[in-house]
T-cell receptor, first 113, second 111 residues
Framework: AQSVTQLGSHVSVSEGALVLLRCNYSSSVPPYLFWYVQYPNQGLQLLLKYTTGATLVKGINGFEAEFKKSETSFHLTKPSAHMSDAAEYFCAVSYGSPNDMRFGAGTRLTVKP | DTAVSQTPKYLVTQMGNDKSIKCEQNLGHDTMYWYKQDSKKFLKIMFSYNNKELIINETVPNRFSPKSPDKAHLNLHINSLELGDSAVYFC??????????FGPGTRLTVL
């Protein structure tokens, strides 16, 4: 069964530092890939997605992610962290049918002043 | 304009009670979902529904039942509430299998 793994349940960076949140999926078939962000006491909000085409995807708030088929990865990056980036981040995969969206366990990003 | 809305935002109730959570989307999407998020932030899909098909996650107890009066609404009914049902429940919607839009969540506490 397909699954998605987020390495690191908690990542802490200093303000202005690089943000790298890791996501790997297990499947021989390329999935649709998503990153969502959840701020405290709120629902999930889409950051970016990959379906087809260019493997480097740019999203909101300066985030981007690169689909690497050979590594079955879809890591999320941001060159310079801001205090407002502190949140829970979820990677998700889908294979094109309802009810098959699978979420990773989430990574909590803390940004230190 | 709120895209996906849920009511209530907070729900505190006693074990054994029956409760409902309402969800509405104004995006014109054809598929709606219910998710459960536990205290460790793990998200589990419970149901997906469009006007033709209800897909139930096999691990969901039959005390949980979705009801859709129309395409824009998918309510969640829970019978005989148990302590383990305490969680945050999210409604979401999508057009086909594209990105999902989430509601703000309903925090359910069972005492």
């Amino acid at each position: 069964a397909q699954s998605v793994t987020q390495l690191g349940s908690h990542v802490s960076v200093s303000e202005g530092a690089l943000v790298l949140l890791r996501c790997n999926y297990s499947s021989s078939v390329p999935p649709y890939l998503f990153w969502y962000v959840q701020y405290p006491n709120q629902g999930l909000q889409l950051l970016l997605k990959y379906t087809t085409g260019a493997t480097l995807v740019k999203g909101i708030n300066g985030f981007e992610a690169e689909f690497k088929k050979s590594e079955t990865s879809f890591h999320l990056t941001k060159p310079s962290a801001h205090m407002s980036d502190a949140a829970e981040y979820f990677c998700a995969v889908s294979y094109g049918s309802p009810n098959d969206m699978r979420f990773g366990a989430g990574t909590r990003l803390t940004v230190k002043p | 304009d709120t895209a996906v809305s849920q009511t209530p935002k907070y729900l505190v109730t006693q074990m054994g009670n029956d409760k409902s959570i309402k969800c509405e989307q104004n995006l014109g999407h054809d598929t709606m979902y219910w998710y459960k998020q536990d205290s460790k932030k793990f998200l589990k899909i419970m149901f997906s529904y469009n006007n033709k098909e209800l897909i139930i996650n096999e691990t969901v107890p039959n005390r949980f039942s979705p009801k859709s009066p129309d395409k824009a609404h998918l309510n969640l009914h829970i019978n005989s509430l148990e302590l383990g049902d305490s969680a945050v429940y999210f409604c979401a919607s999508s057009q086909a299998v594209d990105e999902q839009f989430f509601g703000p969540g309903t925090r359910l506490t069972v005492l």
